[in-house]
């Protein structure tokens, strides 16, 4: 799916016309707010968005974007392209930055390269979804015993630090490992490697320095 943010007609239908020739499916919007009220679309998908609009400008919708659809890569046009302006869209995570008149071509493998992006996206985002289903299903025990087998302790040592009995911690952890449903003790740390990069990248994007 690719959405189209122009406030120029002509632009809007060269774009869609060009598109769906590629077999994709586009929508396109004259204006910033008219696309933002448009809900979330939980497939592969990008955005072609001209950086002066009437309303907000295309800066303003990357940052109000930024959030909730990470895996809608932003593909920028403009009639005049600043440098600063550029920079700034970069820095921000924009797939692309085109002067109009763009080249056909260009602006095509563009949006393959950013459709592309969405769809890996989308399959790690449902991959962290899945892994943190099962993660809250641990029982608050299991959590713990959890947390102290992929740092490497033994089961000995791990019913030392929680006071309760290896048979118990024994019982815990393959609780752990038939929810988490993992087939090995690798496997699950590798999991956990992967919750915690998940947890540590939505507190970066949350709180940005």
């Known amino acids: 799916m690719v959405f189209v943010v122009d406030d120029d007609l002509s632009v809007r239908e060269a ?22 009220a448009r809900p979330r679309v939980f497939a592969p ?19 109000a974007i930024a959030h909730d659809r990470l895996d809608m890569p932003i593909i920028f046009i403009t009639g005049f392209g600043d440098v600063p302006t550029t920079v700034r869209a970069m820095k921000a995570g924009a797939a692309e930055f085109l002067t ?36 809250a299903s641990l029982s608050r025990r299991e959590r713990e015993v959890m947390a102290l087998v992929v740092v490497g302790l033994l089961n000995k040592q791990i019913a030392a630090e929680l006071g309760i009995s ?36 939505r507190e970066a994007h949350d709180h940005p320095r």
């Not at 009437?54 to 919708?61: E, K």
């Open 100 to 135: 109009k008149p763009f080249d056909n071509e260009v602006m095509l493998e563009a949006i393959r390269q950013a459709i592309e992006h969405s769809r890996a996206t989308l399959e790690q985002e449902l991959d962290i979804l899945v892994l943190e289903q099962r993660c």
């Open 15 to 36: 774009l869609e016309a060009m598109i769906r020739l590629e077999g994709w499916q586009v929508e396109t919007f004259a204006s910033a707010q008219a696309f933002l």
């Open 45 to 63: 998908s990008c955005l072609i968005l001209d950086v002066s609009l009437p309303d907000l400008d295309g800066l303003d919708v990357q940052d």
């Open 166 to 201: 290896e048979i118990t911690v024994k019982a815990h952890r393959g609780q752990v490992m038939r929810k988490m449903m993992a087939g090995s003790l690798a496997e699950l740390v590798r999991m956990d490697a992967r919750l915690q990069q998940a947890h540590a990248a």
